[in-house]
């Protein structure tokens, strides 16, 4: 599967951004897909994820309550609510997906998009 992460951009802080990743090459909703995040001086961090189905999601404690993935099977899209966002949210987004893992590691996801730039001004 191909993905393509689309929907950054330039923001203030305290604005809503909606990511979205929609998926080529295959049907999406065969894939566990999860989106991640980086800046250059740190290690790809866990956003959150969500299941084949959409029947459950994940995300990392930090971004509990700010931030929500949700996805349409029938687009072969997922996306990424992220509200209230902050400064500290700058970075490149990644969605990712797999057929068989779920987890909060990079690792365990096959198949990624190219990323899609979030900047948050203060």
């Known amino acids: 599967v191909q993905l393509q992460a689309s929907g950054g951009g330039l923001v203030q802080a305290g604005d809503s951004l909606r990511l979205s990743c929609t998926a080529s090459?295959?049907?999406?909703?065969?894939?566990?897909a999860a989106w991640f995040r980086q800046t250059p001086d740190k290690e790809r961090e866990f956003v959150g994820a969500?299941?084949?189905?959409?029947?459950?999601?994940y995300y990392a404690d930090s971004l509990a309550g700010r931030f929500s993935i949700s996805r349409d099977n029938a687009l072969n899209t997922v996306f990424l609510q992220m509200n209230g966002l902050r400064p500290e949210d700058t970075a490149l987004y990644y969605c990712?997906?797999?057929?068989?893992?779920?987890?909060?590691?990079?690792?365990?996801?096959?198949?990624w998009g190219q990323g899609t730039q979030v900047t948050v001004s203060s």
């Open positions: 990712a997906a797999d057929r068989d893992q779920i987890s909060s590691h990079a690792t365990d996801f096959g198949s």
């Open positions: 090459g295959d049907t999406l909703r065969s894939y566990n």
């Open positions: 969500i299941t084949r189905t959409g029947g459950s999601d």
